[in-house]
């Protein structure tokens, strides 16, 4: 017999794998796993070239997509322009950046370009829409309770709504929301994260959600990296666990080719938790642009979601391109979103190979677990 989990996502491992990358998506899904497509930085039409190329890969087996709505931003319900917005941004900000690069040896643009942001939430429902098109078996969202749009387009089409939650209340909150998979998602994250650690967080999420009677099934995130890790949060009561940062340094992810060399020398401290990035506290690979940001250690404050993101994303990028040809200003501003986890990823792997060694390796953790009692 399949667990719950696995027969309701058809799968044969609960193993579920964010990730950018579509290959990344196709390859865990097309191993036994569940791979979620994060669309949140596509274009409506980007995003149906994606799924389409998905849809022919994995052959009708299951696979998700991850929009990000937040519930709350800068300029929210105002109907602004990316001009409109961008205007928000202080001068002075401007001016702090230019001199971070400047003290970088990176000569400024000649114009200083903001980004659009995948964070204001204007293109989630179009993003869902061309998500329902397909035929997707999950729709995540993070930062908040789903809008009620997501949530009644899962109704509709059978598919279902998960969100992310960093805390204890949230989790209530989702399931009062009608959401329908939790993910409860510890500190150790990549990624937008809260500040409970995953060990913690899930059952006190699983606690609260016995209490009002829920059987909403949680997976477990934050710092999963190996099978043994998966094992444990499954011991503790989750369904499954949802990972993110071990698909950075798979051949098939698209990570920044200096960003992977950063993840593969970096230990599990050399992450840092910083809203320097999108404005909301995210866990990344600590660099000098990361502590220019931390407010508390002399650095700036760092402005609302999605300000930030807008000031931030081409800079990050522009570094991205200049660190890869070696650049030293460059190399010592580059961050990417990763979770302490990262401690524990010290090779460059197929992801299929991820997937089979986290088979393994649950699966020794099993026996262990039922080896660790007299008969
Ligand atoms: C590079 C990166 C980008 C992420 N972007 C998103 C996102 O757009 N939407 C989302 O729901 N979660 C996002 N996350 C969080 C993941 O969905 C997942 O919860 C997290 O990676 C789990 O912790 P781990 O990184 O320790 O595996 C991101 C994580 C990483 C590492």
């Known amino acids: 017999m399949k667990p719950v989990i696995c027969e309701r996502f058809g799968i044969d491992f609960p ?84 001199h971070l690069l400047a003290d970088h040896g990176i000569e400024p643009e000649a114009k200083q370009h903001l980004g659009g942001s995948a964070l204001s939430g204007d293109t989630g429902r179009e993003l869902l829409d061309v998500a329902m ?55 150790e994250a990549g990624g937008h994260c809260g500040e409970v650690s995953t060990l913690v967080l899930v059952p006190e999420v699983l606690d609260a959600l016995g209490e009002m009677g829920s059987d909403v099934p949680v997976l477990a995130a934050g710092g999963i990296v190996t099978g043994r890790q998966m094992a444990a949060v499954v011991a503790m009561g989750a369904a499954g666990a949802w990972t993110g940062s071990v698909w950075l340094t798979t051949e098939e ?55 930030q993101n807008m000031l931030a994303e ?26 302490q986890g990262v401690g524990l990823m010290n090779k460059v792997k197929p992801a299929r190979e991820v997937v089979r060694e986290f088979i393994e390796d649950y699966l020794a953790a099993t026996e262990r677990l039922s080896n660790s009692l007299p008969d």
């Open 15 to 98: 193993l579920f794998a964010f990730s950018h990358c579509r290959d990344v998506v196709a390859a865990v899904t097309n191993a036994g796993g569940f791979g979620v497509l994060g669309a949140t930085a596509y274009t409506p039409e980007r995003l149906d070239r994606e799924l389409s190329w998905i849809d022919e890969q994995v052959g009708g087996k299951p696979y998700g997509a991850d929009i990000i709505v937040p519930a709350k931003f800068e300029g929210k319900g105002e109907n602004l322009t990316r001009d409109q917005l961008a205007d928000r941004i202080p001068a002075e900000y401007r001016e702090f950046v230019a």
């Open 314 to 339: 081409p800079i990050i990028r522009r570094v991205d391109v200049l660190a890869a040809q070696g650049h030293p200003g460059a190399q010592a501003l580059a961050t990417y979103f990763v979770g």
């Open 133 to 187: 098109s397909h035929p997707i078996k999950l729709i995540a969202n993070a930062l908040g309770v789903p809008p009620d749009y997501m949530i009644e387009a899962g109704r509709e089409r059978g598919v279902p709504v998960a969100a992310l939650v960093g805390a204890r209340e949230h989790a209530v909150k989702q399931v009062q929301a009608g959401v329908d998979l939790i993910i409860a998602q510890g500190t």
């Open 253 to 307: 992810a698209e990570t920044a080719p200096y960003t992977v060399q950063k993840m593969l020398a970096a230990t599990s401290r050399d992450t840092v938790r910083s809203a320097g990035r999108t404005g909301k506290p995210a866990r990344q690979l600590k660099s000098e642009w990361t502590d220019a940001w931390l407010p508390n250690s002399g650095g700036r404050q760092p402005l609302p979601l999605p300000l």
